[in-house]
């Protein structure tokens, strides 16, 4: 099974920014494989995946720390119900910007 992120960029450009997802839910104890995305990044942009996992639908103190995943199609290796991810975006040239345009998380039950 995989959860899907269809796209989003975000507008006006800014130095830096973060998009953090809704919480998706595997609808029972999973182990969380991998996290994987596809991405536009111009010159001079950066973007980092997070990702962070728990068994309440709503993120406490339960739930792990985000934990970035170092590059796309990296090992998550994390057990719960539900998961959810952040990306933080960072440019260092004005008008141009990082385009985070899908991520798929596997699961294995």
Same mark, same amino acid.
């Given at each position: !099974?995989? +959860?899907? +992120?269809?796209?989003?960029?975000a507008t006006p450009y800014q130095? !830096?920014?973060?998009f953090t997802s809704a919480v998706f839910d595997a609808g029972e104890l999973v182990t969380f494989n991998t996290a994987e995305w596809a991405s536009e990044m111009p010159l001079g942009t950066? +973007?980092?995946l997070e990702v962070r996992v728990g068994s309440t639908p709503t993120p406490d103190a339960s739930w792990s720390a985000f934990t970035p995943?170092? +590059? !796309?199609g990296g090992i998550i290796g994390?057990?719960?119900?539900?998961v959810q991810y952040r990306v933080v975006l960072t440019t260092t040239l004005p008008g141009s910007t990082p385009a985070l345009k899908d991520v798929v998380i596997t699961y294995t039950r």
């Open positions: !099974s995989v +959860l899907v +992120l269809d796209w989003v960029r130095p !830096s920014g973060d950066l +973007l980092v995943v170092p +590059l !796309s994390r057990t719960g119900r539900y």
